[in-house]
């Protein structure tokens, strides 16, 4: 089983680009900084994302996007709710945004 996480942010146009950067980095490098509490190990699958580029004019002000892959659903609730690496990650990054949404699902679930 696997679950797959898509986290869509609205990112605040007052933003730098070097902010912008910095963000995604920090986003993105979550997938080495969170470590599985009983393994010690890293347990993020996958990670990708970045700005939007959509020509469909349909993000609704969207402007970034990420898709994290964890092995369980059990990993995915660790992570969103006691991973100390996320939660400095919204600590720190929770003032970039003005709007984030996400869901999440088991592959080939329907």
Known sequence: M???????????????DSEKKEFCDDMLGLKNTCIH???NTPYIVSSS?????????V????THGFVVEFASSEDRDYYVSKD????????KNGPRFD???VID??????
Do not use: C, M, W
């Open 2 to 16: 696997s679950i797959i996480h898509i986290v869509l942010f609205k990112l605040k146009s007052s933003l730098s």
């Open 105 to 110: 699902y088991e592959k080939d679930v329907y």
């Open 49 to 57: 994302g970045g700005a939007d580029n959509s020509p469909e004019g």
């Open 99 to 101: 709007d984030v949404r």
């Open 37 to 39: 509490p009983t393994s």
């Open 59 to 62: 993000q609704g002000g969207l």
């Open 84 to 91: 100390p690496a996320h939660q400095a990650f919204i600590k």
